[in-house]
């Protein structure tokens, strides 16, 4: 038996809306004990003999007792912050509903017991969290003999509760509406990527898409060198380059120390090994405080500094991005991220202000610029004398 008890996903906001679900469910509960019983219950919950366009919503908050809701409630608090945070309090709870209702749908159409509870909608919750954060870390608590304690990535937790709930379906072992949690799951997981092929909500290069699109580019590059492409388009395809007509200079001891990091910087990145990218990127810069990954790859490293919550050297990361690429496309975006770490979490508010005010003109007119004026603002409050 295993059970997820936290994740690493950072927050950039108070989650208030899932916050105010966990609330709302407790108390339906304890209301449920003492008034909603017999028949009362009864008209609540999904009855697929019985079917009222209500109980699609009144039965997700619905629970069995005590365990059922703790255990609902754990899940929704694990996964459900990081979702509201990116999907905000409207968006979150609109995806919470539709959720259950589809999560009802399934369970109507393979069964005829009732069914109550917020998994289904939880359900759609995590399959949402994992499109979103497929590489965050769950601690997972595991009871095998002895108790212990493991980190593993969000996709592999909540794509093996997916693949149980697949297989106990259909195997009629138990007596829980399985199908109604793998139904939420695949609409949070359709959803979000619909989401973000739409650019409705923003790309992260951590997201399920931004590891696909990295995954078939390198598999794009092996095919072409397995094939002998040239590169450098001269003549005689597949044809290895002639030898040079000159002895190359000698490299140096700390020009080969520097390559011989970059080499294995890009490496880790590739397999996605980003706590040894991090460890080796301070060393690279450590040897020369000049030196810049290609954009896309000091940009991710960068945005995974912040998500490990390491913000001096997310800010340092990101400072030499827009110095070595001040034309980058998310040149505003990044400004706006550094605004926020010097603000929020290095209380640097002199450095905050410059960047969220190039964000704020640079993004007039969209969320994004909103929310720096309203950090602006905010530091303008708190530090008069900064701004």
Same mark, same amino acid.
């Given at each position: 038996?295993?059970?997820?008890?936290?994740?690493?996903?950072?927050?950039?906001?108070?989650?208030?809306?899932?916050?105010?679900?966990?609330?709302?469910?407790?108390?339906?509960?304890?209301?449920?004990?003492? *008034?909603?019983?017999?028949?009362?219950?009864?008209?609540?919950?999904?009855?697929?003999?019985?079917?009222?366009?209500?109980?699609?919503?009144?039965?997700?908050?619905?629970?069995?007792?005590?365990?059922?809701?703790?255990?609902?409630?754990?899940?929704?608090?694990?996964?459900?912050?990081?979702?509201?945070?990116?999907?905000?309090?409207?968006?979150?709870?609109?995806?919470?509903?539709?959720?259950?209702?589809?999560?009802?749908?399934?369970?109507?159409l393979v069964s005829t017991s009732p069914v109550l509870g917020a998994s289904g909608s939880i359900s759609a919750v995590t399959g949402a969290f994992l499109v979103l954060y497929p590489v965050s870390r769950v601690t997972v608590i595991y009871v095998f003999y002895l108790i212990g304690a493991i980190e593993v990535p969000s996709i592999v937790v909540i794509g093996l509760f997916f693949i149980m709930d697949v297989v106990l379906n259909f195997t009629g072992s138990s007596q829980v509406a399985h199908?109604? !949690?793998?139904?939420?799951?695949?609409?949070?997981?359709?959803?979000?990527?619909?989401?973000?092929?739409?650019?409705?909500?923003?790309?992260?290069?951590?997201?399920?898409?931004?590891?696909?699109?990295?995954?078939?580019?390198?598999?794009?590059? $092996?095919?072409?060198?397995?094939?002998?492409?040239?590169?450098?388009?001269?003549?005689?395809?597949?044809?290895?380059?002639?030898?040079?007509?000159?002895?190359?200079?000698?490299?140096?001891?700390?020009?080969?120390?520097?390559?011989?990091?970059?080499?294995?910087?890009?490496?880790?990145?590739?397999? @996605?090994?980003?706590? @040894?990218?991090?460890?080796?990127?301070?060393?690279?810069?450590?040897?020369?405080?000049? @030196?810049?990954?290609?954009?896309?790859?000091? *940009?991710?490293?960068?945005?995974?500094?912040?998500?490990?919550? $390491? *913000?001096?050297?997310?800010?340092?990361?990101?400072?030499?991005?827009?110095?070595?690429?001040?034309?980058?496309?998310?040149?505003?975006?990044? !400004?706006?991220?550094?605004?926020?770490?010097?603000?929020?979490?290095? @209380?640097?508010?002199?450095?905050?202000?410059? !960047?969220?005010?190039?964000?704020?003109?640079?993004?007039?007119?969209?969320?994004?610029?909103?929310?720096?004026?309203?950090?602006?603002?905010?530091?303008?409050?708190?530090?008069?004398?900064?701004?």
């Amino acid at each position: 038996m295993f059970f997820p008890i936290r994740t690493d996903a950072p927050l950039q906001k108070t989650p208030w809306m899932n916050y105010a679900l966990i609330v709302t469910n407790v108390l339906i509960f304890l209301l449920q004990q003492k *008034y909603l019983v017999g028949p009362r219950v009864q008209n609540l919950l999904l009855d697929p003999g019985a079917l009222h366009l209500t109980s699609f919503f009144t039965y997700q908050f619905l629970h069995a007792g005590v365990m059922h809701l703790v255990g609902n409630m754990l899940f929704l608090y694990i996964f459900g912050n990081n979702v509201n945070d990116r999907l905000g309090h409207v968006g979150y709870l609109a995806f919470y509903l539709s959720g259950g209702v589809i999560a009802g749908l399934g369970h109507v159409l393979v069964s005829t017991s009732p069914v109550l509870g917020a998994s289904g909608s939880i359900s759609a919750v995590t399959g949402a969290f994992l499109v979103l954060y497929p590489v965050s870390r769950v601690t997972v608590i595991y009871v095998f003999y002895l108790i212990g304690a493991i980190e593993v990535p969000s996709i592999v937790v909540i794509g093996l509760f997916f693949i149980m709930d697949v297989v106990l379906n259909f195997t009629g072992s138990s007596q829980v509406a399985h199908m109604a !949690h793998a139904a939420g799951t695949v609409f949070g997981v359709t959803l979000m990527f619909v989401l973000l092929l739409t650019r409705l909500l923003q790309r992260d290069h951590f997201d399920l898409l931004g590891l696909i699109s990295r995954w078939l580019r390198r598999r794009r590059f $092996r095919a072409q060198v397995a094939q002998g492409y040239d590169f450098f388009g001269s003549p005689g395809r597949g044809q290895p380059p002639p030898p040079p007509k000159f002895d190359p200079e000698p490299v140096s001891a700390q020009s080969q120390r520097v390559m011989d990091l970059r080499a294995a910087i890009y490496e880790a990145m590739n397999e @996605q090994r980003m706590d @040894q990218a991090i460890t080796l990127y301070a060393q690279l810069k450590a040897a020369d405080p000049d @030196q810049c990954l290609p954009q896309t790859r000091q *940009y991710d490293l960068a945005t995974w500094l912040g998500h490990e919550q $390491r *913000y001096a050297q997310a800010s340092e990361a990101y400072e030499t991005l827009l110095k070595v690429y001040p034309h980058v496309s998310d040149a505003a975006q990044v !400004h706006y991220m550094l605004g926020l770490i010097y603000a929020r979490h290095l @209380q640097q508010y002199q450095r905050a202000t410059e !960047h969220l005010r190039i964000a704020a003109e640079r993004l007039s007119g969209t969320s994004i610029g909103e929310q720096a004026q309203r950090e602006l603002a905010q530091i303008d409050q708190l530090n008069p004398g900064q701004s």
